[in-house]
Structure formats: structure tokens, C-alpha cells
T-cell receptor, first 112, second 116 residues
Framework: DAKTTQPPSMDCAEGRAANLPCNHSTISGNEYVYWYRQIHSQGPQYIIHGLKNNETNEMASLIITEDRKSSTLILPHATLRDTAVYYCIGIVLETSGSRLTFGEGTQLTVNP | GAGVSQSPRYKVAKRGQDVALRCDPISGHVSLFWYQQALGQGPEFLTYFQNEAQLDKSGLPSDRFFAERPEGSVSTLKIQRTQQEDSAVYLC??????????????FGDGTRLSIL
């Protein structure tokens, strides 16, 4: 699985878009990128995942660069409840199964 | 519908005691995962099951840790002769399909274990 690199912290104003970057320069062709977040004292929450194409769901959008070496998670209209640690995780399902390897993550703070 | 349920929510034990932590996955979910989260760190993988089969236990830190899922539903993580370094939050997650699918994992809120 590729090592992922994320900034340790970010701030965002309430109502604005939050753009969280992730570098995964050693990603392999069959490696998925997953995003989870963890709000204090709760279990991690799945947000979105993708392989090559950009993805969108009711929570967020995932933009993957053409060379797949980096991606951006976009929360279109951040609210105070989006304050959490966000984890970007690369997984090669065929070799490691869907076990998640959490790194340091990005602490996103949404300010009023 | 109901999510992943873990019990107890908090557990305090004296060093040397045995503890058992329970996980009730989402009904019908095939895969079940256990993670350990130390204070201020991200979760770390312990083991996973596909139905009743334990396919990977490479993350279990010692032979004092044992997990089972005998009927392919509820799972129990047991820690024998607990030590202070076992203090952590133990998280359980389940997924709809097998461990090699790209289906997301759904987590419970964990059991916070404190060893005195």
C-alpha cells in the first residue's frame, strides 16, 4: 500500500469549501484511495473512495489527479460538525484485503 | 438501521486480569475488523474475519490477545493477563462483503479500556 502524506492541520470558515490534500506518489495501478474521518470520542466514519475517476456522494467529492499521485477531498459547504481528523488511506485489496492503515491524518477545524 | 454496537463502552481492569470486549456488527455483514487506538494516535489494525474465518491476525500485539467470531456474527476480543500498555480504545468495524471487496467499513464507537 502506498504511503500517504497529509498536512497535520487545516482551518476552514463555516460555509466555505474545505479542500483537504493527500499525496500518494508511490500509488500502484490497482490501489484504491479511501477517506475516513474521526470526530472526537467516536469511531471513524467512511466518507468516500475512488480508484482512478473522480467521485462524488452526498458527503463529499474526491478529485484524483491524472497521474494518481495525489488527491483532494472536498467538503463543499463545511459546517462546525465537520471538525474532525481526516484520514487518506491507500489500499491494494488483492494483497492486504481491506485492512485500513491509518496515518497521522489532517485535523480540520471549521471556524464560525 | 442499527450500526455497529460495542460493549462495554468503558472497561477498567487491574493489571493481570482478563477482559472480554464484544462487537455486534451490522446484520448481514460478512467482514469484521478489530483495531486498537492509543491516545492521540490513529487506529491500528489487529485482525479481521470473513464470516467465522479469521483470515488475518498479523496485527495482534502478543499471544495474550485472542479474537473469535464463532457463528460469523458477534465477535469477542479477549485480552489475557492485561498490562498497562493494553490501555487504549478498541474499535470494531464491519463491512457488507468479503475482505477483498472495496465496500467501506462501518465502525462502532469503541470500548475504552483502562488498565490500572
Amino acid at each position: 500500500d502506498a504511503k500517504t502524506t497529509q498536512p497535520p492541520s487545516m482551518d476552514c470558515a463555516e460555509g466555505r469549501a474545505a479542500n483537504l490534500p493527500c499525496n500518494h506518489s508511490t500509488i500502484s495501478g490497482n490501489e484504491y484511495v479511501y477517506w475516513y474521518r474521526q470526530i472526537h470520542s467516536q469511531g471513524p466514519q467512511y466518507i468516500i473512495h475512488g480508484l482512478k475517476n473522480n467521485e462524488t456522494n452526498e458527503m463529499a467529492s474526491l478529485i484524483i489527479t491524472e497521474d494518481r499521485k495525489s488527491s483532494t477531498l472536498i467538503l463543499p459547504h463545511a459546517t462546525l460538525r465537520d471538525t474532525a481528523v481526516y484520514y487518506c488511506i491507500g489500499i491494494v485489496l488483492e494483497t492486504s484485503g481491506s485492512r485500513l492503515t491509518f496515518g497521522e491524518g489532517t485535523q480540520l477545524t471549521v471556524n464560525p | 438501521g442499527a450500526g455497529v454496537s460495542q460493549s462495554p463502552r468503558y472497561k477498567v481492569a487491574k493489571r493481570g486480569q482478563d477482559v472480554a470486549l464484544r462487537c455486534d456488527p451490522i446484520s448481514g455483514h460478512v467482514s469484521l475488523f478489530w483495531y486498537q487506538q492509543a491516545l492521540g494516535q490513529g487506529p491500528e489494525f489487529l485482525t479481521y474475519f470473513q464470516n467465522e474465518a479469521q483470515l488475518d491476525k498479523s496485527g495482534l500485539p502478543s499471544d495474550r490477545f485472542f479474537a473469535e467470531r464463532p457463528e460469523g456474527s458477534v465477535s469477542t476480543l479477549k485480552i489475557q493477563r492485561t498490562q498497562q500498555e493494553d490501555s487504549a480504545v478498541y474499535l470494531c468495524a464491519s463491512s457488507l462483503e468479503g475482505v477483498y471487496s472495496n465496500q467501506p467499513q462501518h465502525f462502532g464507537d469503541g470500548t475504552r479500556l483502562s488498565i490500572l
